[in-house]
């Protein structure tokens, strides 16, 4: 009956190891908040980026919470990238507001502890995100408990005080593990998270290692490890324990906490020292009376949590299985579909089935005698409201903003995901007595290489629409047809489509129809866009009209194998630019890194661009290219480019342009030594704050002047961050072009080297075109047309 609270700042900063102990070993109801989903982050297996990435990483972290039993909560926080103090982070989140959902959490959940995982009184030593996480948590402590503060949460919860609050502290943040062995650790207990589970065969460490990879889009797969393993945890706010490895001491944590409890823990604990692993199914009776007497307490908070979790158990140990699933993953609100029900006793137990009910609909009375291992299958109707929301994380519902997600629907707040949109109630009688089972309505199907796959049944529009770019580029004032492709989401839709464009911009028809036949196909519309005669940004949208209604959504969806497949729907808009840009060159070569769009990106100016494959990589393969681009980390997960470096290298020195982004200094595959014709040294060195002032340091070098003329302009409504990883040393050949700082730190300089090397020219850049060149931005296009020109240059010249 005890609970903790794990806080810090993004997916992958929980300690799976921890989590893992305190709900397996331990026993206590464990949770871990994440104040944002990860958003600002980057992805190692696919394209998702900004809200689309924080949907992955959501149900990465969910995954994560499958194996290491704890439950997962997030505020409203969103993401926007590194920072370097918490003051510019709680400034961007909003403080106020994410206190707000931490107590609306610390309220709901109850901790008896929390714990940080990082340290409150280091700020500007480490990620602000990180320190923030750590000192609303020691502000909100205090602050569940007063009345007086967000009353407004109190008409549905109570106030709460924990009894401790915990840093959980290592050798990491004394800088070495010589220093924390001879650190004063008066204030902290110690205990070893290695221990080992002889009912699933795994120890402590083992499942936390499973638990952390499932961060696959951070790179966290890891192998596990077995044996003694202790953890610390430094005392903040409470009394320290006497007993060094029970952070629980001196709470009752047994059923005698809550009034009418003791009558159910009589009952459990004597099941509990007498459970019969052979035959579960003969506790029955004795789970059904202290469910009994637990429907008679009245704290409603550990009322609902443990009538749940007595309910998981009786349908286990009478191997009872009730499930609620639809032939097709979606349906369009007011449409109709069949909901397949299936019931199987699994014991001979005595189970009846007396009635069944969807959301919001009466019960369907069954009767049905449930015999042991005989299969029972019937169908319900289910008729979806025309009112029906539409599936969609909820926090992407409303527009948001850099630092917060706007959620007015306070029962949502905290939650990792929304709720699924139907479920089934079945009313079964055990030995005569009626237990309410409620389940999801879900989709399942299977694939011949997958096997059997189950994922969320989504309610959607009738039609969506998509571009095929979310960025379109115009780099002379020449029309361009622009595809727009309607799926349809039933059968036989017809209706017409809208192309709604800013001023300025021109189409060539203001509507034009369309007709599908069968729901999933989809049909595309093309319309010619033609842009002013000036540069411009601007947003175009379509706009569905079908059986009188306006339509103006996208359905996104992420399918991996370690997540449930995932559908989004986000407005229906793409950014069309008209940019005044110069180019020289024509062939790129792109060597892809981990999941950016650049390559894209370049095509919609005009480049002719290539993917090469680095095994492909030879002594004469490369010469055709005008420049070769290496994507976003490359050096850190292709484990190829080890042994093709000098092929790139002697390109460049045959005449040829190659341009390297950014790599980071963790998980390095190739030789920093190897990265550059001369010495370059990687550093984390960035500048977050993309406003930052920028100093043009090589006026007359070419980056900067052909073919088009840099100015400071044109770091003008750049995104996120200016740079990240940038060298701090590099070799005298090397021209420092740009300088940037953030606010009251010294100017950096490395963040775009360029160097001549025999007869062509070596880039490297932490600028972030990766981010800057799909949202739009024409300053970056600007700047990488002209780095994609270097070689060129000197062509004309000659």
Same mark, same amino acid.
């Given at each position: 009956?005890?609970?903790?609270?794990?806080?810090?700042?993004?997916?992958?900063?929980?300690?799976?190891?921890?989590?893992?102990?305190?709900?397996?070993?331990?026993?206590?109801?464990?949770?871990?908040?994440?104040?944002?989903?990860?958003?600002?982050?980057?992805?190692?297996?696919?394209?998702?980026?900004?809200?689309? !990435?924080?949907? /992955?990483?959501?149900? *990465?972290?969910? +995954?994560?919470?499958?194996?290491?039993?704890?439950? #997962?909560? &997030?505020? %409203?926080?969103?993401?926007?990238?590194?920072?370097?103090?918490?003051?510019?982070?709680?400034?961007?989140?909003?403080?106020?507001?994410?206190?707000?959902?931490?107590?609306?959490?610390?309220?709901?959940?109850?901790?008896?502890?929390?714990?940080?995982?990082?340290?409150?009184?280091?700020?500007?030593?480490?990620?602000?995100?990180?320190?923030?996480?750590?000192?609303?948590?020691?502000?909100?402590?205090?602050?569940?408990?007063?009345?007086?503060?967000?009353?407004?949460?109190?008409?549905?919860?109570?106030?709460?005080?924990?009894?401790?609050?915990?840093?959980?502290?290592?050798?990491?943040?004394?800088?070495?593990?010589?220093?924390?062995?001879?650190?004063?650790?008066?204030?902290?207990?110690?205990?070893?998270?290695?221990?080992?589970?002889? !009912?699933?065969? /795994?120890?402590?460490? *083992?499942?936390? +290692?499973?638990?952390?990879?499932?961060?696959?889009? #951070?790179? &966290?797969? %890891?192998?596990?490890?077995?044996?003694?393993?202790?953890?610390?945890?430094?005392?903040?706010?409470?009394?320290?324990?006497?007993?060094?490895?029970?952070?629980?001491?001196?709470?009752?944590?047994?059923?005698?906490?809550?009034?009418?409890?003791?009558?159910?823990?009589?009952?459990?604990?004597?099941?509990?020292?007498?459970?019969?692993?052979?035959?579960?199914?003969?506790?029955?009776?004795?789970?059904?009376?202290?469910?009994?007497?637990?429907?008679?307490?009245?704290?409603?908070?550990?009322?609902?949590?443990?009538?749940?979790?007595?309910?998981?158990?009786?349908?286990?140990?009478?191997?009872?299985?009730?499930?609620?699933?639809?032939?097709?993953?979606?349906?369009?609100?007011?449409?109709?579909?069949?909901?397949?029900?299936?019931?199987?006793?699994?014991?001979?137990?005595?189970?009846?089935?007396?009635?069944?009910?969807?959301?919001?609909?009466?019960?369907?009375?069954?009767?049905?005698?449930?015999?042991?291992?005989?299969?029972?299958?019937?169908?319900?109707?289910?008729?979806?409201?025309?009112?029906?929301?539409?599936?969609?994380?909820?926090?992407?519902?409303?527009?948001?903003?850099?630092?917060?997600?706007?959620?007015?629907?306070?029962?949502?707040?905290?939650?990792?995901?929304?709720?699924?949109?139907?479920?089934?109630?079945?009313?079964?009688?055990?030995?005569?007595?009626?237990?309410?089972?409620?389940?999801?309505?879900?989709?399942?199907?299977?694939?011949?290489?997958?096997?059997?796959?189950?994922?969320?049944?989504?309610?959607?529009?009738?039609?969506?629409?998509?571009?095929?770019?979310?960025?379109?580029?115009?780099?002379?004032?020449?029309?361009?047809?622009?595809?727009?492709?309607?799926?349809?989401?039933?059968?036989?839709?017809?209706?017409?489509?809208?192309?709604?464009?800013?001023?300025?911009?021109?189409?060539?028809?203001?509507?034009?129809?369309?007709?599908?036949?069968?729901?999933?196909?989809?049909?595309?519309?093309?319309?010619?866009?033609?842009?002013?005669?000036?540069?411009?940004?601007?947003?175009?949208?379509?706009?569905?009209?079908?059986?009188?209604?306006?339509?103006?959504?996208?359905?996104?969806?992420?399918?991996?194998?370690?997540?449930?497949?995932?559908?989004?729907?986000?407005?229906?808009?793409?950014?069309?630019?008209?940019?005044?840009?110069?180019?020289?060159?024509?062939?790129?070569?792109?060597?892809?890194?981990?999941?950016?769009?650049?390559?894209?990106?370049?095509?919609?100016?005009?480049?002719?661009?290539?993917?090469?494959?680095?095994?492909?990589?030879?002594?004469?393969?490369?010469?055709?290219?005008?420049?070769?681009?290496?994507?976003?980390?490359?050096?850190?997960?292709?484990?190829?480019?080890?042994?093709?470096?000098?092929?790139?290298?002697?390109?460049?020195?045959?005449?040829?342009?190659?341009?390297?982004?950014?790599?980071?200094?963790?998980?390095?595959?190739?030789?920093?030594?190897?990265?550059?014709?001369?010495?370059?040294?990687?550093?984390?060195?960035?500048?977050?704050?993309?406003?930052?002032?920028?100093?043009?340091?090589?006026?007359?070098?070419?980056?900067?002047?052909?073919?088009?003329?840099?100015?400071?302009?044109?770091?003008?409504?750049?995104?996120?961050?200016?740079?990240?990883?940038?060298?701090?040393?590099?070799?005298?050949?090397?021209?420092?072009?740009?300088?940037?700082?953030?606010?009251?730190?010294?100017?950096?300089?490395?963040?775009?080297?360029?160097?001549?090397?025999?007869?062509?020219?070596?880039?490297?850049?932490?600028?972030?075109?990766?981010?800057?060149?799909?949202?739009?931005?024409?300053?970056?296009?600007?700047?990488?047309?002209?780095?994609?020109?270097?070689?060129?240059?000197?062509?004309?010249?000659?």
């Amino acid at each position: 009956m005890g609970t903790a609270l794990y806080v810090a700042a993004h997916p992958d900063d929980e300690n799976t190891k921890l989590i893992s102990y305190l709900s397996n070993e331990v026993k206590a109801k464990t949770a871990y908040l994440s104040l944002t989903r990860g958003d600002g982050g980057q992805n190692l297996i696919g394209p998702e980026l900004r809200e689309l !990435l924080g949907v /992955l990483r959501t149900q *990465e972290l969910l +995954a994560a919470r499958r194996i290491d039993g704890g439950s #997962q909560f &997030f505020t %409203r926080a969103n993401d926007f990238g590194y920072s370097k103090h918490p003051k510019e982070t709680l400034k961007v989140w909003k403080k106020d507001e994410v206190l707000r959902d931490m107590i609306w959490i610390i309220r709901n959940l109850k901790p008896d502890v929390i714990i940080n995982r990082f340290d409150h009184r280091t700020p500007g030593s480490t990620h602000g995100h990180h320190t923030s996480s750590a000192m609303l948590s020691v502000e909100a402590f205090d602050m569940a408990a007063d009345p007086t503060l967000y009353p407004e949460h109190l008409n549905s919860t109570s106030i709460w005080q924990p009894k401790r609050l915990f840093f959980n502290t290592s050798w990491w943040f004394y800088g070495s593990e010589e220093n924390f062995k001879n650190s004063d650790k008066s204030n902290m207990l110690n205990f070893d998270v290695g221990t080992y589970y002889p !009912l699933s065969g /795994l120890s402590n460490n *083992e499942i936390a +290692a499973l638990a952390s990879s499932q961060h696959l889009c #951070q790179g &966290f797969g %890891r192998m596990s490890n077995r044996g003694s393993e202790m953890e610390y945890l430094e005392l903040l706010k409470g009394d320290l324990p006497s007993n060094g490895s029970n952070i629980f001491e001196g709470i009752n944590t047994s059923w005698s906490r809550i009034e009418g409890g003791e009558a159910v823990g009589e009952i459990l604990y004597d099941l509990e020292n007498n459970f019969n692993f052979k035959d579960p199914s003969i506790h029955l009776p004795e789970l059904l009376a202290g469910y009994k007497e637990l429907k008679k307490v009245k704290d409603d908070h550990w009322r609902n949590i443990k009538l749940k979790e007595l309910e998981h158990i009786i349908l286990s140990v009478s191997g009872l299985f009730l499930e609620a699933t639809v032939a097709e993953p979606t349906m369009y609100q007011g449409g109709k579909t069949t909901v397949n029900i299936e019931a199987v006793n699994r014991s001979n137990s005595k189970i009846v089935l007396k009635s069944v009910a969807l959301t919001n609909t009466p019960r369907t009375t069954k009767l049905i005698p449930l015999l042991e291992n005989k299969r029972e299958l019937f169908q319900l109707e289910l008729q979806i409201p025309n009112n029906t929301p539409l599936s969609n994380p909820y926090w992407l519902n409303e527009k948001w903003d850099i630092g917060m997600y706007q959620v007015h629907d306070q029962s949502l707040i905290g939650k990792p995901e929304t709720p699924a949109a139907f479920h089934v109630m079945f009313e079964v009688e055990f030995n005569g007595y009626p237990i309410t089972i409620t389940k999801p309505v879900v989709y399942r199907y299977s694939k011949p290489d997958k096997g059997e796959i189950y994922q969320p049944f989504s309610i959607l529009p009738k039609a969506t629409a998509s571009f095929k770019d979310k960025v379109i580029i115009f780099a002379d004032d020449q029309p361009k047809e622009i595809p727009v492709t309607i799926q349809a989401h039933k059968d036989n839709i017809e209706g017409k489509i809208q192309l709604r464009v800013g001023e300025g911009w021109k189409v060539d028809q203001e509507t034009k129809p369309f007709k599908i036949s069968n729901k999933g196909d989809k049909q595309t519309i093309r319309f010619l866009l033609t842009p002013p005669i000036t540069e411009n940004e601007n947003y175009i949208s379509p706009i569905i009209w079908v059986d009188g209604m306006e339509i103006s959504k996208e359905l996104i969806e992420i399918d991996y194998d370690h997540i449930p497949k995932q559908t989004i729907l986000l407005p229906a808009e793409a950014k069309v630019v008209r940019l005044d840009i110069k180019k020289s060159g024509n062939k790129i070569g792109y060597i892809k890194g981990a999941g950016d769009e650049i390559p894209i990106s370049l095509k919609q100016i005009g480049y002719d661009v290539s993917f090469i494959e680095p095994e492909l990589i030879n002594s004469g393969s490369l010469k055709k290219y005008d420049a070769i681009v290496v994507g976003i980390r490359a050096y850190n997960v292709i484990d190829e480019l080890k042994f093709k470096q000098r092929y790139l290298l002697d390109y460049v020195k045959n005449g040829g342009n190659l341009i390297l982004q950014y790599n980071t200094t963790d998980n390095k595959v190739t030789s920093m030594e190897n990265l550059a014709p001369y010495p370059l040294n990687i550093s984390r060195d960035r500048v977050t704050d993309e406003n930052s002032e920028v100093k043009i340091l090589a006026n007359n070098h070419p980056i900067v002047n052909y073919p088009n003329k840099i100015t400071l302009d044109d770091f003008n409504g750049w995104v996120q961050e200016r740079g990240l990883y940038f060298p701090n040393q590099w070799a005298k050949e090397f021209t420092p072009i740009l300088s940037m700082q953030d606010n009251g730190e010294d100017p950096i300089k490395g963040s775009l080297l360029v160097a001549p090397y025999g007869e062509g020219y070596y880039v490297y850049t932490g600028l972030s075109f990766f981010r800057e060149l799909p949202v739009g931005v024409i300053g970056a296009y600007r700047l990488f047309a002209n780095m994609l020109s270097l070689s060129q240059k000197d062509s004309e010249n000659k």
